[in-house]
């Protein structure tokens, strides 16, 4: 059993403590909003802290879950939870918070003398319960290997890709690619409809063609009806397109498609499209309203 420390308990947060739970480890869970830790904890029968040094104080492996990479930077460079970490620990940042972030608590947490894995994820809340999840990992091999018991109670792969922050970068990079399918998705089904095919089987076409990629079996659902719930929200797409420019600029990169992607879904966010799912693109390109969804 390994004491395993829950920085963030959202949808992800909570799907991961709670397939940790069902590993064996002892989990304490920490959230930016009290009350949704310890209602979690209650179901869950583990322990909620009050502040993010407490809930580290006798961890072993901290995953840190909170979607915006500031944050992140907050909760994790904060001084008294730096103060509280053990010096066996290994902290482990589970989100899409970007090259810079990365950098800058791999810098802090080296003079620290804390081990750090810079460690993503490609997959849902599904996937997390599933335990179908990848984890993009960077950072030292000892690091890596001591965050495992943890990563391998809700993944089916750690792929150790090098130094801290070689996992943002891959992130990014396969994130790139499927908002770059998403979009292309939602126009040509936008053409198909629009031409007067049925939705159904326009999909349909799509996914048994050449482009059938498995995204498009797991969007299904979101696609074509509006009962299925957000998963992914179309503000963390644009959170995800500046990070990928930022980093696509300081490596010298002009990415075009990603520049058509960012555009579109910048006009669908200002037409009032953020808070649903990404898939909802669709919906904006064809003037349809924004849908309320179960968890939008």
Known sequence: MT????????????????????????????????ERASSLADRLGCRAADTPAEAVREAQIVLCVLALGEHTEQVLLEPTLLAALPAEVVVCDMATSGAATTARLTDAYRVAGVEFVDSPVAGSVASVQSRSLVVLAGGSDEAVERARPAFEAFSENVVHLGEAGRGQAMKLASVLVVHSLNSAVAEGMALATRSGIDPEMAYRVLRSSSVGAPYLAYKERVFLSEDAPVAMSLDLTGKDLRLIDGLASDLGLKLRALDGVTAEVAAAREAGFGETDMADLLRFLVGQRPPIRPGG
Not at 10 to 24: F, K, N, T
């Open 3 to 34: 004491n395993v420390t829950v920085l963030g308990t959202g949808r992800m947060g909570s799907a991961m403590a709670e397939r940790l739970i069902d590993a064996g480890h002892d989990v304490v869970l920490w959230n930016r909003t009290g």
